[in-house]
Every structure is written in C-alpha cells, then in structure tokens.
C-alpha cells in the first residue's frame, strides 16, 4: 500500500528543499511571487473547465506556494505556518459570528453585511 502523505510531510519537504536545494535555498518571497499568481491563474482556469483533477493539482501548487512563503518567513525568525494557520483560524471565527457566536441572521446579505462590518473595524483597529 501506498503512503499517503499529510500536512507535516509537506512542511517537512518544504523545509528539506530550502537547505538542499541550490534553487529553492535562494529564493526570497519577492523572487516567488510570480509563480502564487501563476498557480492561482491556472486554478481559475481549471474551475471554469470544472476539471476537478486539474484542481486537485493546482490546490496543491497553491499550498507549496504558502508553505514555501512561510518557510522564508519562518528562516527569518518572522512567523511559521502554525501561525498562518492560527490567524486564519481566528478571522473566520470573529467573522462568522453567526457560527461561533450567538448573532442570529436572516439572510445571506445580513451575514455578507457582518463580514464587512468586521473586516473595516479590524482595518481601523491594525492602523
């Protein structure tokens, strides 16, 4: 039977490429950007051709991408992809009210509402 790899695996490859190989050890967040916007294009593509293979593959170029990105970051002592995820984490749960909290809604405009409502206060909140 095949093994089937995980999270960690990938974090762990990730890591093992930036100090083996030449080419990833010297890339920066700047150099990579353009392969984020390449990947994501090609993921657009294969939705509107509903190729749920080519998502498949595409979804994971996309997480190399903010696995490689926060690697970067991570060698800089900035943050870690725990961190990413944590964030990430945190966003939908303050923003999703209706989920995680106790706000009932009415509509799906009401919840696109609070969405905004939040996502502007934490802007005003970060400056």
């Known amino acids: 039977m095949k093994k089937r790899y995980n999270f960690e695996d990938a974090v762990k490859i990730v890591e093992k490429l930036r100090k083996k190989c030449p080419w990833d050890k010297k890339q920066t967040n700047e150099s990579i950007l ?14 509107k051709r509903n190729d749920y293979r080519g998502m498949k593959e595409e979804l994971g170029d996309i997480l190399l991408q903010v696995l490689f990105h ?7 002592n900035i943050l870690t992809i725990e961190d990413v995820i944590d964030n990430l984490c945190r966003k939908m749960i303050r923003r999703h009210p209706h989920v995680f909290g106790n706000k009932k809604v009415k509509s799906e405009k009401e919840i696109i509402e609070t969405w905004e ?8 909140e970060k400056s």
Do not use: D
């Not at 916007?37 to 939705?47: A, L, P, R, Y």
């Not at 926060?70 to 800089?76: A, F, G, N, T, V």
């Not at 409502?117 to 005003?124: D, G, Q, W």
């Open 34 to 47: 353009k392969y984020l916007k390449e990947e994501t294009q090609e993921f657009i593509k294969e939705v």
């Open 117 to 124: 409502k939040i996502k502007k206060r934490e802007k005003i």
């Open 70 to 76: 926060s690697q970067i970051l991570k060698e800089k």
